[in-house]
C-alpha cells in the first residue's frame, strides 16, 4: 500500500516537472540582480540568460522605494530577483514600442473601463458586478482584512517580460508589432489556467485613442478593456472607492447609512472634474468604391495614387468620374481624404476645354470630388 501510494506521489512530480515549461528570457547588460529582500544587489556583466517557471505563480511583488515590479529567477546563488523592465524574452526579435511601455513618470495610468460606470453614476457597488471572481476568491472587507477591497483599482502595467492585469498576470514569451499596439504570445496565463494548460496563446493589444482594448485569438470581443486617466484623477477615485477600515467596523458600514451617503457625497464632488476619455477619431472619407462625383475644381488625373506620379491629363470642373478603387488616405491642404482610381465619364474636358476620352482611367485626390 505504502509502495503504491509512493508510486502515484512520484509520477505526480514527474507530471508537474515534465509538462510544466519555464519561460526564458535575458537580463540586460548592466541590470541590477537583487536578492530576496531587494536589501542588496550585483549588476549584471552581460545579456545573461535566466528562466522564470510558468508552473503556478513565481513571486512576483513591487518595490515602492525602486517604483519596480520584481520577479523571482533561477539562480544559483542569493541574487534571484529583477525588475520585469529589465527582462528581455529570449525568442521574441520584437519589443512592444516604448510608448506603450509603463514608466514611474508617466501622467497617466490605465484603468478597467467599468470604472467609467462607477464615475458616471457615483457608486462603488458597481465594481461588484464586474469582478464577481474576486469577491467569491477574497470575500468581504472587515476591520481585520481588506478582502477583494485589496484587487480592485489596479493599474495595468506593460513591460517586454511580463503584462499585470491588477489580480492576474503572464510571462512574455514572444512579441509582435501591429497596426496600433502589439501582439504577445504567452504560456499558461493565470486567468485561463484552467482551459489552455501548457497551450500557447495569443492577445492583441489595440490602443484606441484614451482606450486600450485586449483581445484574446480567435475572439473579436474585447477580453479586458481599458482608459487612460490622469494620476491625479486616479487617486481621487481610489479615496472614493475605497472606503476608511472603520467602516468595516460591526454595525457600522452596512448600518449606519447616513455616515455612508456622506462620505460619498464629500469624495463623489472630485470625480466631477474627471477628464472624459474619447476613442480615436474614425477616418471618415467622402469616397468609396462604385461612386459617381464630379470634380469640383481643375483636378490633375495621375498615373498612381502620389502627387509625384506622372500627370495623365487636368479634368476642369464639372467632370463625372466613377470611382473603381479606394487607395491610400492623406491629407492634402488640410483636407482628409483618399486617393481614388477613377473612370472618366462621357461629357469630360481638361482645363483647356478639350475633350477627355470616355473610359479614360487615372488616379485623384478624393479631397476635391463633390
Excluded at 537580463?27 to 540568460?49: A, C, P, R, V
Excluded at 472618366?344 to 470630388?369: F, N
Aim: charged share 25%; aromatic share 16%.
Amino acid at each position: 500500500m505504502i509502495k503504491k501510494v509512493f508510486l502515484i506521489f512520484l509520477l505526480l512530480v514527474l507530471n508537474v516537472y515534465c509538462f510544466s515549461k519555464e519561460s526564458l528570457f535575458f537580463i540586460k547588460k548592466g541590470s541590477k540582480i537583487f536578492d530576496f529582500e531587494q536589501n542588496k544587489y550585483k549588476l549584471s556583466q552581460n545579456n545573461k540568460e535566466v528562466s522564470i517557471s510558468n508552473f503556478d505563480y513565481s513571486f512576483y511583488n513591487y518595490n515602492e522605494f525602486y517604483q519596480s515590479y520584481f520577479i523571482e529567477i533561477s539562480s544559483t546563488d542569493d541574487y534571484i530577483c529583477v525588475s520585469s523592465f529589465d527582462l528581455i524574452p529570449k525568442d521574441t526579435d520584437e519589443l512592444i514600442q516604448e510608448e506603450y511601455i509603463t514608466k514611474v513618470k508617466d501622467e497617466y495610468v490605465w484603468i478597467p473601463s467599468y470604472y467609467l460606470e462607477v464615475i458616471e453614476k457615483k457608486d462603488r457597488e458597481i465594481i461588484r458586478k464586474y469582478e464577481k471572481e474576486l469577491v467569491k476568491r477574497y470575500g468581504e472587507p472587515n476591520e481585520y482584512d481588506d478582502g477583494w477591497y485589496g484587487y480592485i483599482l489596479k493599474s495595468l502595467i506593460i513591460s517586454n517580460s511580463c503584462i499585470d492585469f491588477g489580480h492576474e498576470h503572464l510571462y512574455v514569451e514572444n512579441i509582435n508589432l501591429i497596426k496600433n499596439g502589439f501582439t504577445i504570445e504567452t504560456l499558461n496565463f493565470s486567468a485561463l489556467k484552467n482551459e489552455t494548460e501548457n497551450k500557447m496563446q495569443k492577445l492583441n493589444f489595440i490602443f484606441d485613442g484614451d482606450f486600450l482594448d485586449v483581445y484574446l485569438e480567435p475572439s473579436k470581443s474585447p477580453m479586458y478593456s481599458y482608459f487612460k486617466i490622469k494620476k491625479s484623477d486616479y487617486e481621487k477615485l481610489k479615496t472614493f472607492v475605497f472606503l476608511p477600515r472603520e467602516y468595516f467596523l460591526p454595525n457600522f458600514y452596512l448600518y449606519d447609512k447616513t455616515a455612508l451617503q456622506k462620505y460619498n457625497d464629500e469624495h463623489a464632488v472630485n470625480l466631477a472634474t474627471f477628464m472624459r476619455p474619447k476613442r480615436a477619431e474614425k477616418n471618415i472619407t467622402n469616397v468609396s468604391p462604385n461612386k459617381t462625383m464630379t470634380v469640383s475644381e481643375n483636378l490633375k488625373l495621375r498615373s498612381g495614387e502620389a502627387t509625384s506620379t506622372q500627370v495623365l491629363t487636368v479634368m476642369s470642373a464639372g467632370t463625372k468620374v466613377k470611382i473603381l478603387e479606394l487607395g491610400k488616405s492623406e491629407t492634402i491642404d488640410g483636407i482628409n481624404s483618399n486617393w481614388v482610381k477613377v473612370e472618366v465619364l462621357s461629357g469630360a474636358k481638361d482645363r483647356e476645354g478639350r475633350a477627355i476620352q470616355a473610359g479614360t482611367v487615372g488616379w485623384c485626390y478624393g479631397g476635391y470630388l463633390k
